[in-house]
């Protein structure tokens, strides 16, 4: 049959975007559908906008690879497009000789997920590099940096508007039907409610990635994952900031820990930490500023009493709650599902961003290529 469209998108944060772009990119006629009334106005905007080497990921996983992978295409995409970005580079800390054995582990880790230019050093050594760092032994990730997210997302979807597509905003997701011989009638909500058939159809939904499979008819329930929310806040540091580098202690149960960097405004933020959550909750309390303290002084002692400030929050689309293994991203397709012509991506959260341009590239060569 004829469709209206090629490929419908759910959800126009950093994954959605270059999903509907790698389309694009193919000539297939692309529609990008958001709820909000903006692009990124979930997980993509609430985030450390770090670009990660790929080093803490089980080697072959989906992480490890497309992390990899959207780094070398992140940078390549920043810098044709003159999208701000810095790449600083990332110092991993044993702040005790204890975690030296944890820090050789992710060294080992990353060589062989094959991210370059690894350097060990000593406690001396990163000192030297960064004078206010407190460590007795680092790893040097000299590719790790920070971007500009919202540059980044409005770019892509000018280029998606730019090759025949549309980005479209207000329209939320509100269901699909499978059609016989292939592909979907799509139902959108909101004030210009409609019907679209399209040949292809990809969750890229974050946090409503759940409710949006259940929303496609004939998805099995049994295969679509429990969704945990995993708030971290973010805290800002009075005065000059004291790295130059982003500084990340050891990774914590379930996430990397909170970590330090200095955004391309030259603005010390410090997070996100990690709290399992029953609803979205985008507050920071500013009791929590008690643990920032405690942690961030295990790496820069020199941290001035009452210097942070309470700054924003996000929240992360775990697949795993407390106590648990954190899990891989999901991509699954019909082998997973049982209909052909859909994706949903499901647990798209660090290093989601950095991934995101391999990602779409994955979805269309699974549904396409």
């Given at each position: 049959m004829a469709f209206e469209t090629d490929a419908i998108i759910i959800g126009a944060g950093a994954v959605g975007l270059a999903t509907g772009r790698a389309f694009a990119l193919r000539g297939h006629e692309t529609l990008v559908l958001e709820a909000q009334g903006a692009i990124g106005q979930g997980i993509s905007s609430r985030n450390s906008e770090v670009i990660h080497a790929g080093l803490y990921y089980p080697t072959g996983s989906l992480k490890a690879r497309l992390c990899v992978l959207g780094r070398?295409?992140?940078?390549?995409?920043?810098?044709?497009?003159?999208?701000?970005?810095?790449?600083?580079?990332?110092?991993?800390?044993?702040?005790?000789?204890?975690?030296?054995?944890?820090?050789?582990?992710?060294?080992?880790?990353?060589?062989?997920?094959?991210?370059?230019?690894?350097?060990?050093?000593?406690?001396?050594?990163?000192?030297?590099?960064?004078?206010?760092?407190?460590?007795?032994?680092?790893?040097f990730?000299?590719?790790?940096?920070?971007?500009?997210?919202?540059?980044?997302?409005?770019?892509?979807?000018?280029?998606?508007?730019?090759?025949?597509?549309a980005v479209v905003v207000n329209t939320p997701f509100a269901g699909a039907t499978p059609l016989e011989g292939g592909g979907f009638v799509v139902r959108t909500g909101g004030e210009a409610a409609t019907e679209v058939t399209t040949r292809y159809l990809v969750i890229a939904a974050g946090l409503g990635a759940q409710d949006a499979a259940a929303a496609v008819d004939r998805f099995p329930a049994g295969t679509i994952p429990p969704l945990h929310y995993g708030k971290g806040v973010y805290f800002t540091?009075?005065?000059?900031?004291?790295?130059?580098?982003?500084?990340?202690?050891?990774?914590?149960?379930?996430?990397?820990?909170?970590?330090?960097?200095?955004?391309?405004?030259?603005?010390?933020?410090?997070?996100?930490?990690?709290?399992?959550?029953?609803?979205?909750?985008?507050?920071?309390?500013?009791?929590?500023?008690?643990?920032?303290?405690?942690?961030?002084?295990?790496?820069?002692?020199?941290?001035?009493?009452?210097?942070?400030?309470?700054?924003?929050?996000?929240?992360?689309?775990?697949?795993?709650?407390?106590?648990?293994?954190?899990?891989?991203?999901?991509?699954d397709g019909a082998d997973q599902h049982a209909i052909a012509g859909l994706i949903a991506?499901?647990?798209?959260?660090?290093?989601?961003?950095?991934?995101?341009?391999?990602?779409?590239?994955?979805?269309?060569?699974?549904?396409?290529?």
């Open positions: 070398q295409l992140l940078y390549a995409y920043l810098d044709k497009y003159h999208i701000a970005h810095q790449r600083c580079g990332k110092l991993i800390v044993a702040t005790q000789p204890h975690e030296a054995a944890r820090l050789e582990a992710i060294f080992r880790q990353a060589q062989d997920n094959g991210v370059e230019g690894l350097q060990r050093m000593t406690g001396a050594q990163a000192q030297a590099m960064e004078p206010e760092l407190s460590a007795v032994a680092a790893i990730s000299p590719d790790s940096g920070v971007m500009d997210a919202h540059g980044y997302m409005a770019n892509m979807a000018g280029e998606i508007s730019s090759l025949g597509g540091c009075a005065g000059k900031a004291p790295f130059s580098r982003l500084v990340y202690p050891l990774p914590i149960p379930g996430a990397l820990g909170t970590h330090y960097r200095r955004d391309l405004g030259g603005q010390a933020r410090f997070g996100p930490d990690l709290d399992f959550v029953d609803a979205p909750d985008y507050t920071v309390d500013p009791a929590r500023a008690g643990a920032f303290y405690d942690t961030i002084r295990r790496f820069w002692p020199g941290l001035k009493d009452d210097a942070l400030v309470p700054d924003y929050a996000g929240i992360r689309p775990k697949l795993h709650g407390p106590g648990e293994l954190q899990t891989d991203f999901r991509i991506l499901f647990g798209i959260e660090s290093p989601g961003l950095t991934s995101s341009l391999a990602i779409g590239d994955e979805v269309v060569r699974r549904l396409v290529d």
